[in-house]
């Protein structure tokens, strides 16, 4: 089955396409822009020519798994830093309601 996208006009829009990682053709199908799809698939590639210039020694499956776990590392400091400036903007928010309480 399809992932699928809700448009705004809420029709559903599938996508099939063909994205090039390091030379090789993969087909991808899911719920993703154009525009999301060509993002990634120049991400990756900055990404993996980043870690191929850094280790030229190393195989192709090593350095995808590198780049996994460079990924994963980078989601979890985003994720991180989310988390902070939402604790952070809900104290805030809790503070200007308590002193609006007592004021009001």
Do not use: W
């Not at 006009?9 to 063909?18: D, G, I, N």
């Not at 525009?35 to 990404?47: A, S, V």
């Amino acid at each position: 089955m399809l992932a699928k996208v809700i448009l705004e006009s809420t029709q559903v829009q599938e996508v099939k396409c063909k994205v090039t990682l390091q030379g090789k053709e993969y087909p991808l199908e899911g719920g993703l822009s154009k525009e999301q799809l060509e993002f990634i698939e120049k991400y990756l590639n900055n990404k993996f020519d980043e870690l191929r210039q850094n280790a030229p020694m190393i195989p192709m499956g090593r350095l995808a798994m590198l780049l996994c776990v460079n990924l994963a590392n980078e989601l979890y400091e985003q994720r991180y830093q989310f988390t902070n400036k939402l604790n952070h903007y809900d104290a805030a928010i809790t503070e200007v309601v308590s002193t609006l309480d007592t004021v009001l």
